[in-house]
């Protein structure tokens, strides 16, 4: 009985089981496969970045959040008769006016408050402010039916009230006048203290000085709207990492490891409202105007992790084409399931890198998570191949690979280069060490 057409099938499984080119697919498709669990991981460290985001929010309700200074504004309320179908009725506006020259000297005092394993940067500073005013020419509204100027005021904006911690006086001319709480001109101002000031008649085309201290504590950021004629900002802090931010751009800073110390100057026509207005609000343009500083911390380790977390399938398939060039190079063969577990092993890696980083530094959790990953995978190589000079070579591989990573996790700004120079030079050695195979004729040992 003729059995030949039994026994070719047997021959093409032989085949098959033993092609290159069906093992490079077998590779392909794990690495594919454990793109799945890095999904997974990756949700994970946005979970506990969104728990530090909230651990942030909660210390800040408690705190005071981000700080907005907007102010002061001088606002005289007019009074304008108007017909309508029922006769005359009295309607009330406010000329807004906003100071010839405003200068704030600040000084911020950052900390680290800690809400369970979250570190949290707030702040305590004192800006002293002093300007002056100038009231403009009120004959121009001579069609009003009356000037309130014993009823004039002044707003300040702050955005978090709660970080006020001193009674605030304002020093007016020479009469120190106390603030009161609220805003009263909401549209341009929705959070902030008014200054009921005397009556303004005697002080009519002068230059009114004024001057006040406030001490202020805050959330991450401190921003200013430059609403003087002319506006001079200067601060000082002790943070070493600040980040500047909004409409200017500091015209001096000096950032040492002691700190930093910025100041801006902003003339009335860098920005897009005018110095009086009534009838318009540029709130919308007045906050495009802001400007301020962001007490960063350096690049969180959260961040970190999402950006080594990136590279996941560079390392898997590095990882794994050092072991497929194993095989080809000694003629043994590798199961599929053996490169899974290495695969999960590598995967496991940066589970250990988030979870050691929120009670450690980033540099510490990476350096104990690349080496227990390194050590584990070398000890399953030295028990699985039985050959402990290609497990030190995978060792040192795999070390190289991970200190590569590292160095372009430190390298924000030059990433990129590195990552494209040191792939270029791996595809070369790679090259290089295979240049001499027959892939057409690679024979592996018997199982």
């Known amino acids: 009985m003729d059995t030949s057409h039994e026994i070719k099938p047997i021959g093409i499984g032989l085949r098959l089981k033993n092609s290159v080119s069906m093992k490079t697919i077998t590779i392909s498709v794990l690495i594919l496969l454990l793109l799945i669990p890095m999904g997974m991981i990756k949700s994970i460290i946005k979970d506990r970045e969104q728990q530090r985001e909230t651990a942030i929010k909660e210390v800040n309700n408690k705190w005071a959040g981000t700080q907005e200074v907007t102010g002061p504004i001088l606002s005289i309320p007019i009074i304008y008769e108007q017909k309508s179908r029922e006769g005359f009725i009295t309607v009330k506006k406010h000329l807004h006016i906003l100071p010839e020259k405003l200068g704030i000297n600040g000084n911020i005092k950052p900390k680290k408050l800690k809400r369970g394993i979250y570190e949290v940067v707030v702040y305590e500073s004192n800006l002293e402010n002093k300007g002056v005013f100038k009231l403009p020419e009120l004959s121009n509204y001579s069609d009003a039916k009356e000037i309130q100027l014993n009823k004039a005021f002044i707003t300040l904006g702050l955005s978090d009230l709660k970080g006020i911690k001193n009674q605030v006086e304002i020093k007016w001319n020479s009469t120190k006048i106390p603030v009161k709480p609220g805003s009263k ?70 950032i040492t490891q002691k700190g930093f110390d910025a100041n801006w100057k902003v003339l009335q026509l860098n920005r897009n409202f005018s110095q009086n207005f009534m009838d318009t609000n540029p709130k919308k343009l007045m906050k495009k105007a802001a400007f301020g500083v962001h007490l960063k911390l350096p690049m969180d380790d959260y961040q970190k992790t999402m950006r080594s977390a990136k590279y996941a399938i560079l390392i898997l398939g590095l990882t794994f084409l050092i072991f497929f060039l194993v095989e080809i190079l000694n003629k043994r063969k590798i199961h599929p399931l053996q490169y899974i577990l290495v695969g999960m092993a590598l995967c496991l890696f940066y589970i250990l890198l988030v979870a050691i980083s929120e009670h450690s530094n980033f540099n510490m959790a990476y350096l104990i998570a690349s ?11 030295i028990s699985v191949l039985k050959k402990t000079k290609i497990s030190l070579l995978i060792l040192g591989v795999l070390s190289a690979l991970y200190g590569f990573v590292f160095v372009i996790l430190q390298l924000e700004d030059f990433a990129l280069l590195m990552g494209s120079i040191g792939l270029t030079l791996i595809l070369a050695i790679t090259m290089y060490s295979t240049r001499n195979i027959n892939w057409y004729n690679i024979q592996f040992e018997k199982e």
């Open 185 to 254: 001109i909401g549209s341009i101002i929705n959070s902030g203290v008014t200054i009921p000031l005397p009556d303004l008649s005697s002080q009519l085309n002068e230059n009114i000085p004024f001057n006040y201290t406030i001490k202020l504590q805050g959330s991450q950021d401190l921003s200013f709207i430059p609403i003087g004629n002319t506006t001079e900002i200067n601060l000082k802090s002790d943070w070493n990492s600040p980040s500047f931010f909004g409409n200017f751009l500091p015209d001096n800073r000096n």
């Open 371 to 381: 080496l227990s990953v390194v050590i584990t995978i070398t000890l399953y190589t």
